[in-house]
């Protein structure tokens, strides 16, 4: 323990709270945190309200419920870890009730799920008009914010957009304040912050309301690249590029050469974690606002089976509806022998697409940890993985002399893997899953471990007596 807890223990043992030198002080609030804590609240409120009916001028409450849930956690944020010796901090977090499976936890769970089953499925309970109609409830308090961006009304994923970003930007500066000591963690964590806020948010709201009558894509997801954004060939998408005029032709060559080009090169330098930890809108909330649950991810020798079968299994599901959707635009046949190329769509994009990335992926944070969907379901983790274990530079190298067998490493995996198993070999970390978040080095006290880009011919060496190899289990190389 850091001598700043221990003085902080004696105080509270001799204002007769606790006689533990080794108390829980990580979540004794201070004032500053309740007050962040309350403007959120208030905030929050003032959505709940609108989603009930109760009249609040738009452009007041949206701007009042933001800027206080903003402000409120930054707030926390700050205080939070002000004034604390630098380093990682997880006291108490597998004993707060949010991070530990407890009543909270799984009320957050049914909480979110609802909302993201109501966004997804049923948005008219949420207030969108059908049909013409006026915006009522929720969806008409981001009216105002819409019409500003793309003079138009909100829909459901203008609402999704903004709170999504707003997560992202509000937990960011809490990740940065915890892990400050790490260069590497705050450029990240800044880089997720600037994707999501500029190529997911921003700019294609800016250019949906520029976009002309006769121009039916403006590239209204700058960032995804199939097969995360499996839609990329379908007819309607497809077309859509080719009439779009000259900005829809570059995103069509700009998508077939991330796809071809950018794609192989950017991992063979640098691993999968240029896309999964340093862009993708999906890594950057699990990274933020996901923190508190990475230790919840299952790090056994059976989840990581399911999880190879699972994540290369929606793999091969984009793969064959990818190529029924392009025999189907050469030929005009929508069926190859029994399968139906606009049935596998359908089904792929509600399984996977939404129920799976969106309701259990962010839904089930508390629950299954912070990276269920990057784990277990999403096709570009699965293609990155194999070109990143296949023929890539990036390595994690460990020192085995110098490992304590302390198990933050694995603990704090957000992906699963038994890091503890690999430094306690001395053997370099080279799995498909891997993203390189980089946050088993952040909390490794002995440097044990490194995030490097080396000769591919020994990234899987094995720093340990040629007698001791024979026993490993083969598939940890």
């Known amino acids: 323990m850091d001598n700043f807890n221990i003085i ?29 804590l309350t403007l959120v609240g208030i905030g929050l409120l ?58 909270i936890a799984w009320i957050f769970t049914i909480v979110i799920t609802g909302f993201y089953v109501l966004l997804y499925w049923y948005p008219s309970v949420l207030g969108l008009g059908k049909d013409g109609a006026a915006n009522v409830g929720l969806i008409a308090l981001f009216d105002p914010l819409s019409y500003f961006f793309k003079g138009k009304p909100a829909s459901e994923w203008f609402v999704y957009g903004t709170l999504y970003t707003l997560a992202i930007l509000v937990m960011g500066v809490k990740f940065i304040a915890k892990y400050r000591h790490n260069k590497y963690q705050i450029i990240r964590t800044l880089s997720v912050m600037f994707f999501q806020l500029g190529f ?3 700019i294609p709201e800016i250019l949906s309301g520029l976009r002309s009558p006769d121009a039916a894509y403006f590239g209204l997801d700058m960032k995804n690249l199939w097969p ?17 005029g000259n900005l829809g032709m570059f995103m ?19 691993g999968k974690r240029w896309y999964c930890s340093w862009v ?23 989840a990581w089976k399911i999880e190879r079968w699972m994540i290369h299994g929606v793999l091969v599901f984009v793969i064959l509806m990818t190529a029924m959707t392009i025999y189907m635009r050469f030929t005009g046949s929508s069926r190859i022998l029994f399968i139906d190329a606009y049935q596998l769509q359908s089904w792929y994009g509600f399984l996977i697409g939404a129920a799976f990335s969106g309701v259990i992926g962010v839904g089930f944070y508390p ?13 570009m983790a699965a293609i990155l993985g194999l070109l990143q274990r296949g023929f ?34 001395g053997q370099n970390i080279v799995r498909a899953s891997c993203v390189g978040c980089g946050v088993c080095s952040a909390v490794c006290p002995r440097g044990v471990l490194r995030l490097e880009n080396g000769p591919t011919e020994d990234r899987k060496a094995v720093h340990v007596r040629r007698d001791m190899v024979d026993i490993l289990d083969p598939d940890l190389y």
């Open 252 to 270: 069509l060559f700009l998508g077939i050469f991330g796809i071809l080009v950018a794609t192989p090169v950017l991992t063979y330098f640098y």
């Open 280 to 302: 993708c809108g999906c890594g950057g909330l699990a990274e933020t606002a996901g923190d508190p649950f990475r230790h919840l991810s299952d790090k056994s020798m059976r």
């Open 367 to 379: 629950i299954m940890g912070s990276r269920v969907w990057c784990r277990f379901g999403c096709p």
């Open 200 to 202: 997911a948010f921003l």
């Open 8 to 36: 902080e223990s004696i105080k509270k043992s001799r204002s007769g709270i606790s006689m533990s030198l080794s108390s829980d002080l990580a979540h004794q609030q201070t004032w500053m945190q309740k007050i962040g």
């Open 392 to 425: 890539s530079r990036f390595r994690i190298t460990t020192n085995g002399a110098q490992c304590i067998s302390c198990g933050n490493c694995s603990t704090y995996c957000e992906m699963g893997i038994d890091v503890r198993a690999y430094a306690q070999r």
């Open 228 to 244: 995360l954004n499996y839609y990329f060939f379908h007819d309607w998408h497809f077309s859509a590029m080719l009439e779009g």
């Open 46 to 103: 003032i959505m709940l309200l609108a989603f009930v009916g109760v009249s609040i001028p738009a452009s007041i409450g949206l701007a009042s419920a933001l800027s206080l849930m903003g402000i409120g956690g930054v707030l926390y944020s700050r205080d939070q870890y002000a004034g604390r010796p630098i380093g990682i901090k997880n006291n108490g977090n597998t004993f707060a009730g949010i991070s530990s499976r407890g009543a």
